[in-house]
């Protein structure tokens, strides 16, 4: 009998004896399925085949049909032929298999690819068509594997594409976007905008105002003009200005701003001056707070405190007095050297010494920033100096004190002792050569030393700390009092900030610090406050006056309160202590807490510290709008005078010079000049014969009257007066009178 098949027309034969044995149960209806020989192991599958004699007996129709199913034919080539191709396969990923796995698949082969014959039985003929069958198959087999490629590249089609190689602006725009998602790029804008926005409006009419005054302010920016302008006309008249004539090393009358020189080589006239003063009074303030961020990054802090360090310590209420002092308010190349000094030797407050950190290179850097630095003054730059000659000392003595302890080397390096030879060769050089034009000051106008007379009146006492200046948008009206009772508010406000005192003090018990660096920056504070109130503090005999008599150049310091600025960064490094502790915090919370959702409420909480040191530096700092140059000093030939003649009014003379730099009598700096006093009194009666006499004595040939100026002075009778008797010639230029002598 004969089974049907579901769907098909076809008979299938009834497999009987040994046969129906070897065949898998089957449910009334479902079809049989051929036995899968790939399933079984290679002996059982050889071992289950039929004799070849016997092949037809359960191959053959019930009809007597010779001709084999065409559809069972098929499939059961078609399963051969993937059994082969995974044993080929195998034999690939297995280096090439063996014979006898070889010859086992060659015999399964041969057993699938027999076909029954028309009469059902087993004939040679059969046989050997069988046979023929399976060393084609074989052959074919072989033809195949020995034109196919071998191995994993079979599979290739299925792998994934490879990535196309960027091109050449593909990698540069690469390499552009991290730089400007960098940690430090992002740190720098933002302290330009800070800049720019905390120093508003001093950028909105950048060459006709200047910030506080235009009277500091214009001799800093007749500074920075002359120092660019002669080191590219004629480098070796540096210290010989065109200004005090004719007084030699005159450029050393006052702190130089020296290091802005490269600044002062863009631009000309007055305009450009006052735009210059302006770019970099902004840059300052950003200069400033970027380098207070990396040293306290540097040593440990996170970012949040670690902006909390840096704004602090540039917009401190007690610096809006010193918005007229470019040389005070340029300080950030302090923080900036210390970082790449700690950075280059691998140290840092939170994690100690770390010997695989150093890089010699961060070293020089740090130098040549600290070189940079002492450029700009020695107001800022020489405490400075000190400050770096006794962390060497201390570092030197520390080493060879543990060395000696323990009878090992600390791990330093020849290169890096190398770079700090190098460097601090570098640092002492600039220091020297910037001292200099200054000793032959001292040795021409002894007099220009400053006293222990000159301290006692700049020295603050302690309310100078809770007390902030007029320009304090915060706290300015509110201290109005306090101020008053000072005797020269300008340098004894010296509130660092409340906020910044509560963070610090805060600091001091919750903070990422340990317990020691915690109590030598509360050391640190207390010292350097006392050191600034100069004599209030025991009539300085412990503090002030020791370094006045003994340190050089420290005499030439004549306002102590100006050192409040270490109080004010030892103070942010307190305070980015206790910021970084409570993020730290803040982060594990959120980090357990499920749902996380006050995670984002918690970290913006973070950042209340930071906004509030930013309010409380908030200014009211006036812009004035700059006296405009008279016409007659456009074209007036030095060397010449221009009258009236004071300190206030001689720096703007100073700043309208700066077109063609012509030699000037009158100048205005920290101290003044025997020779120029002497011509501001022999002038208040020119013109007449000894005046004129006298100014031809000492060179000069023009002499420039301002109307503007002379109401209430001598000048105001004689400036219409007849010169012919004299011997000089009269003519009027704009708002000014011009006398040729």
């Known amino acids: 009998m004969t089974s049907g098949q579901p769907g098909t027309g076809n008979a299938r034969p009834t497999p009987t004896g040994a046969d129906t044995e070897?065949?898998?149960a089957t449910t009334a209806g479902a079809p049989t399925q051929p036995?899968?020989?790939?399933?079984?192991?290679?002996?059982?599958?050889?071992?289950d085949q039929p004799p070849s004699g016997d092949g037809g007996a359960t191959g053959t129709a019930s009809n007597g049909d010779s001709k084999a199913d065409p559809a069972t034919s098929g499939a059961v080539k078609d399963a051969a032929r993937r059994d082969k191709q995974g044993d080929t396969a195998k034999q690939d990923a297995a280096g090439g298999g063996t014979a006898a796995s070889d010859s086992t698949a060659k015999g399964t082969d041969a057993a699938k690819d027999s076909e029954p014959t028309k009469d059902g039985g087993a004939t040679k003929d059969g046989g050997a068509t069988k046979g023929a069958k399976a060393d084609a198959a074989d052959a074919t087999d072989k033809a195949d594997s020995e034109a196919k490629p071998v191995g994993p590249e079979r599979w290739q089609a299925f792998a994934s594409a490879p990535e196309p190689r960027p091109s050449i602006f593909s990698r540069a725009g690469r390499r552009v976007g991290r730089f400007l998602i960098h940690e430090w790029t992002l740190a720098a804008l933002?302290?330009?905008?800070?800049a720019?926005?905390?120093t508003w409006p001093t950028l909105r009419?950048?060459?006709?105002?200047?910030?506080?005054?235009y009277w500091d302010p214009s001799l800093q920016a007749w500074q920075m003009a002359w120092s660019g302008h002669i080191l590219l006309a004629d480098p070796a008249r540096l210290w010989q200005s065109n200004t005090f004539f004719p007084e030699l090393w005159s450029f050393a009358f006052s702190d130089t701003l020296l290091g802005y020189a490269p600044a002062g080589m863009l631009g000309s006239g007055p305009e450009d001056a006052v735009l210059r003063y302006n770019i970099m009074f902004v840059l300052a303030h950003a200069l400033a707070t970027f380098g207070a961020y990396a040293l306290a990054r540097q040593l440990g802090a996170g970012r949040i405190g670690a902006a909390v360090a840096g704004v602090s310590y540039t917009y401190a209420p007690w610096l809006l007095a010193q918005a007229g002092h470019l040389h005070v308010l340029s300080n950030g190349g302090i923080p900036l050297a210390l970082a790449m000094l700690a950075r280059g030797h691998g140290w840092s407050l939170r994690h100690g010494y770390r010997p695989e950190r150093r890089h010699d290179g961060w070293v020089y850097a740090g130098w040549l920033v600290a070189a940079w630095q002492l450029s700009l003054g020695f107001g800022i730059g020489l405490p400075f100096a000190y400050f770096l000659a006794g962390v060497v000392l201390v570092a030197a003595v520390l080493f060879l004190a543990r060395r000696l302890r323990t009878g090992q080397t600390v791990p330093f390096g020849r290169r890096l002792f190398a770079a700090d030879v190098l460097g601090g060769v570098l640092f002492a050089g600039v220091g020297l050569l910037m001292a200099f034009p200054f000793f032959k000051v001292t040795e021409l106008h002894p007099y220009a030393e400053r006293t222990i007379g000159d301290i006692s009146l700049f020295s603050p006492p302690a309310s100078g700390f809770?007390?902030?200046?007029?320009?304090?948008?915060i706290w300015g009206g509110l201290h109005e009092g306090a101020r008053a009772a000072l005797p020269w508010h300008p340098e004894m406000t010296l509130l660092p900030g409340f906020v910044l005192y509560a963070l610090a003090a805060g600091g001091l018990?919750?903070?990422?610090?340990?317990?020691?660096h915690r109590l030598l920056l509360l050391a640190g504070v207390l010292l350097t406050m006392a050191f600034a109130m100069g004599t209030r503090f025991f009539d300085g005999t412990f503090t002030?006056?020791?370094?006045?008599?003994h340190l050089p150049g420290w005499s030439g310091l004549r306002t102590p309160g100006r050192l409040m600025l270490w109080t004010t960064l030892l103070l942010g490094l307190l305070a980015a202590g206790a910021v970084t502790a409570l993020t730290d915090r803040v982060r594990e919370l959120t980090a357990q807490r499920i749902p996380s959702w006050p995670g984002p409420w918690l970290r913006m909480a973070t950042l209340l510290p930071l906004l509030l040191v930013t309010v409380e530096g908030l200014n009211t700092t006036p812009h004035p709008v700059v006296p405009t140059q008279p016409a007659a000093m456009r074209s007036a030939e030095g060397p010449l005078l221009v009258l009236p003649s004071n300190q206030s009014l001689d720096q703007h003379v100073m700043l309208w010079s700066t077109s063609g730099f012509p030699d000037v009598v009158n100048g205005g700096s920290g101290f003044t000049p025997r020779q120029l006093d002497d011509v501001r009194r022999v002038s208040q009666s020119f013109p007449d014969q000894t005046s004129v006499d006298y100014l031809r004595t000492l060179g000069v040939r023009t002499v420039v009257l301002l109307r503007g100026q002379v109401a209430g002075t001598p000048w105001e009778i004689n400036i219409d007066a007849p010169v012919e008797s004299l011997g000089i010639s009269r003519q009027e230029v704009g708002d000014a009178v011009v006398y040729r002598l």
């Open 190 to 194: 933002g302290a330009l905008a800070l």
């Open 205 to 213: 009419y950048p060459r006709y105002t200047l910030p506080q005054d």
């Open 196 to 198: 720019a926005m905390m």
């Open 22 to 24: 070897s065949q898998p």
């Open 35 to 47: 036995a899968r020989t790939s399933d079984k192991p290679a002996a059982e599958t050889t071992a």
């Open 466 to 473: 809770v007390t902030a200046p007029g320009e304090s948008r």
């Open 509 to 516: 018990f919750f903070s990422v610090w340990r317990l020691r």
């Open 544 to 549: 002030y006056v020791p370094l006045f008599e």
